[in-house]
Nanobody, 120 residues
């Protein structure tokens, strides 16, 4: 079993930056690919960024060039650096553990979510 705890959300103005963190405990962190999802009100949860066990990142088109996912296999942490934030980035952001089968696949390990609001 894995436990995932997100932090770092908040209110930021358009063009601003936030760094989300996800602390992972309970199992061997380095065997899991990791992903960040987000869910805006009335919309489906979508994959924003994912990172392989070897730290190769992948991004949704909507965030490419603005967001950076990284992991620290010593500290069992995953990060999402978000720059040039837009109002449409407003959502609850979730950390997830998964694996790759050509594309990122989720296990049913989720954090509680952290709210990101981009507004002036």
């Amino acid at each position: 079993q894995l436990q995932l705890v997100e932090s770092g959300g908040g209110l930021v103005q358009p063009g601003g930056s936030l760094r989300l963190s996800c602390a992972v405990s309970g199992s061997r962190f380095n065997i899991y690919a990791m992903g960040w999802f987000r869910q805006a009100p009335g919309k489906q949860r979508e994959l924003v960024a994912a990172i392989t066990t070897g730290s190769r990142p992948n991004y949704a088109e909507s965030v490419k060039g603005r967001f950076t996912i990284s992991r620290d296999n010593v500290k069992n942490m995953v990060y999402l650096q978000m720059n040039s934030l837009k109002p449409e980035d407003t959502a609850v952001y979730y950390c997830n553990a998964g694996y790759y089968l050509e594309t990122y696949q989720s296990y049913d390990y989720w954090g509680q979510g952290t709210q990101v609001t981009v507004s002036s």
